[in-house]
């Protein structure tokens, strides 16, 4: 079995509980910054049980989301009727997934953490299929993070660092971007304080 098979059903174990691994309610950095986002089609990466997909549609964006895991996609679609919105939930695989060329208005990483190597390529890609004026919104655990117990991975080649997005977004006009501490809570998967890196980043 490869390694992103293993990846799959480890979230997918995860996911298959009744209850939502990471709450219902959205990001609290995307929460308070949306407005930031360009209005149109919206793409969020890595999206889990959707709480930040079906967030969005609330707001009157067009919201794809996509998930490695079926179970979690399935508890986005669900998520999404009771909340009586539309959200297109697909399941896929960030590796090689086809994110296409001057496509999305937005695309949103929260705690999106994938090995370094595949990364930079899926940072690489995600500045190329956004549309003029698009803007990426992401949060993500820094290497401080290791040893709090509040959630996240705990091997720093998962982990981000504003110097590190600095160079893997090269290209786009960065709105803010700043490491702190903050306190996470978002279901039992993220609670605590944490060590994050916040970013808004605009093509021009």
């Known amino acids: ?26 990001n609290q950095f995307l929460k308070e910054n949306f407005g930031s986002l360009s209005r149109g089609k ?14 969005l549609a609330q707001q009157g964006f067009e919201v794809t989301s996509v998930d490695i895991s079926h179970a979690g996609i399935e508890k986005t679609r669900r ?14 695989d960030l590796t090689e ?41 992401l949060e993500a655990y ?6 709090r117990g509040t959630g996240g991975p ?16 090269s290209g786009l006009e960065f709105v803010y971007i700043d490491e702190r501490e903050r306190n996470v809570v978002e279901g039992a998967g993220h609670t605590g304080m944490a060590a994050v890196v916040q970013m808004i980043a605009r093509k021009k």
């Open 1 to 26: 079995m490869d390694q992103q098979s293993t990846l799959a059903d480890q979230w997918n174990s995860r996911y298959s509980q009744s209850e939502y691994f990471y709450g219902t309610e959205p």
């Open 154 to 169: 705990q091997d720093p080649d998962y982990l981000m660092g504003k110097e590190m997005l600095r160079r893997e977004f």
């Open 42 to 55: 919206v793409l969020c990466i890595a999206d889990g049980e959707g709480r930040n997909s079906v967030f």
């Open 142 to 147: 820094t290497v401080d993070q290791i040893g």
């Open 97 to 137: 997934f086809d994110l296409g060329k001057n496509t999305w208005n937005g695309v949103v990483s929260i705690f999106s953490h994938l090995p370094s190597a595949i990364r930079q390529d899926l940072h690489r890609r995600i500045v190329d299929s956004l549309a003029p004026k698009g803007t990426v919104l």
């Open 79 to 92: 998520l999404a009727d009771q909340r009586g919105v539309t959200v297109d939930a697909i399941v896929g």
